[in-house]
């Protein structure tokens, strides 16, 4: 019987009041809007009330912090109802009531009326917010208070993955590898004695399905955190919004290219770099092994989103480089002889599979440019290069190819399962998504919080998944690497050689 069905209440021991009032203490927002306002000191300036977050000085359960020299006292309902000595002021209390309470959140009085030290910020909120947070005060951090899908036997994961549609074999290739890496993972003895149990939704395979699977996963069957969820061609704005507004954090969701946002949507975490930091890092390869020579670069590009990030980064990584780019042409039958005219040393490629076969084509037998491309978007069209050209091609990966790294783990997770070896790069992210997501559980401590989690996982430094490059996140930053592995292609054994270590693109010399 999968575990969600033994736990009939998804939120944990807390009424509805209580979850809005544990939202209001953990992000000052209700369903991610901001709950009021906020204002520390006499005349300061009033802030949506996300801006002064109670977690942020009190802590997730309300264990108090030391930050910036002030020391924010601890709060749980027995201390607060109980006579104590503020650890700011030193001044003796009283023992709290839920209407005093009120007055010491909304206008900084303790239950005698004094001020409280001008470090506790007054809150503006309506009464119904207000009752709602003394309502959560009156549990937090108290044996019920637990988050969503966590129970002292197991976490629900969940996962959006098209399971019908055109894309259905490659949902069902990332379902199984994620349950087989947190089958392993339960095998040795789970995360503080706690199993994963993966729960999957059926996204079809299109932003709208996606964005219906999210809320499903969330809302019906209650699930923690989600994991490599499947995003459709050019991401998914729309379900990255609501796991945002419902404070749901989404590790290493397979993706070609991750198009991050200024900021970026705090809460998905991807893996694998862009195509503009993956093109940058092939023009440096380029660079560095013709040095002192001064390559001619040519473009051809079928001009999706995808393939504007990959011109972006070329020609910027060029013009730092001192390279110049030549050419740039539309991927159409009369583009390769347009570029060749300008006898560049290098010819990139940016499209699908069966563009980069057609453009290898019309090159071989000439004395012609190396080719260029990307595993990412043209996978599919490696194998059909003619032997000339594959045999001086090189290809930019998001990944080193599995064989030549550590990757022993991922291995033993597809041979657990009698895994065949198909939609291998969605399985390496599948696998590096669970095992991400099974590290930050684990670091986070037995006590887990979404909140808690996304502070792990924010912190995290030259992480070690074996099939990725070290991975390493920050406040402000969601994609855990940037660059590429260049690889050339060996035509006889149809097999990747890695031709470079992990490079990241330089900024600047
Ligand atoms: C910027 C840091 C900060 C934030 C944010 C903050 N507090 Fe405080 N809070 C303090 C400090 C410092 C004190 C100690 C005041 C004193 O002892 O005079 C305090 C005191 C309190 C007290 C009185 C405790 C006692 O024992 O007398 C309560 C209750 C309280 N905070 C609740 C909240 C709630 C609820 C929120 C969110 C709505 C919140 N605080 C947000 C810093 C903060």
């Known amino acids: 019987m999968p575990a969600f069905l033994e736990v009939s ?249 991750p198009h991050q946002k200024e900021p970026p949507n705090p809460y998905i975490f991807y893996l694998l770099p862009n195509l503009f930091d993956q093109a940058r890092a092939l023009v440096d390869f380029i660079a560095g092994r013709e040095s002192p020579r001064r390559p001619k670069l040519a473009v051809i590009q079928a001009g999706t989103a995808l393939d504007r990030d990959v011109v972006d980064g070329l020609r910027q990584q060029a013009s730092l480089q001192g390279l110049s780019v030549v050419a740039e042409e539309h991927d159409s039958p009369a583009a390769v002889a347009a570029v060749l005219s300008k006898r560049p040393d290098y010819l990139i490629f940016s499209g699908d599979g069966a563009g980069l076969a057609r453009v290898a084509r019309q090159l071989d037998g000439g004395a012609s440019p190396a080719l260029a491309a990307f595993v990412s978007t043209a996978q599919s069209g490696v194998g059909l290069l003619p032997e000339t050209v594959a045999a001086r091609a090189l290809l930019a990966a998001p990944a080193f190819p599995p064989d030549t790294h550590q990757a022993e783990g991922f291995f033993a997770v597809l041979a657990a399962g009698n895994s065949p070896h198909t939609y291998l790069g969605l399985r390496m992210a599948a696998f590096a998504a669970g095992s991400v997501l099974i590290q930050a559980v684990r670091s986070s401590g037995s006590r887990l919080s979404r909140e808690g989690l996304v502070n792990t996982l924010e912190r995290l430094q030259h992480l070690e998944t074996g099939i990725t490059a070290p991975l390493t996140f920050r406040p402000g930053q969601r994609v855990g690497s940037a660059g590429a592995a260049i690889l050339t292609f060996d035509p006889v054994s149809r097999t990747f050689v890695a031709a470079s270590g992990w490079l990241a693109p330089k900024d600047q010399f």
């Open 9 to 257: 209440d998804a939120a944990g021991g807390l009424s509805p009041q209580q979850q809005r009032g544990r939202e209001i203490y953990r992000r000052g927002t209700v369903a991610g809007a901001s709950a009021g306002t906020a204002a520390i000191g006499a005349d300061g300036m009033a802030l949506p009330s996300s801006s002064f977050a109670c977690a942020n000085c009190h802590g997730i359960w309300g264990e108090g912090t030391r930050e910036g020299g002030l020391e924010p006292p601890p709060l749980n309902w027995k201390r607060l109802t109980s006579p104590a000595v503020s650890t700011v002021t030193g001044r003796r209390r009283a023992p709290y009531s839920p209407e005093t309470l009120q007055l010491a959140i909304a206008q900084g009085l303790d239950p005698a009326g004094m001020r409280l030290d001008a470090g506790m910020p007054r809150y503006d909120l309506p009464a119904e917010r207000l009752a709602e947070l003394v309502a959560y005060l009156e549990r937090l951090g108290d044996a019920d208070d637990t988050d969503p899908g966590v129970s002292s036997k197991s976490i629900r994961i969940g996962a959006a993955l098209p399971l019908s549609g055109p894309q259905a074999a490659a949902g069902m290739s990332i379902r199984d590898t994620l349950e087989l890496t947190f089958a392993a993972e339960s095998r040795r003895g789970g995360i503080y004695g706690r199993s994963l149990d993966l729960v999957v939704e059926d996204s079809g395979g299109d932003p709208a399905g996606l964005l219906e699977a999210t809320r499903r996963l969330v809302e019906r069957d209650g699930v923690f955190a989600l994991a490599a969820s499947l995003e459709p061609g050019g991401g998914s704005d729309d379900s990255g919004r609501l796991l945002e507004s419902l404070g749901t954090p989404l590790v290493g969701p397979v993706t070609l290219s």
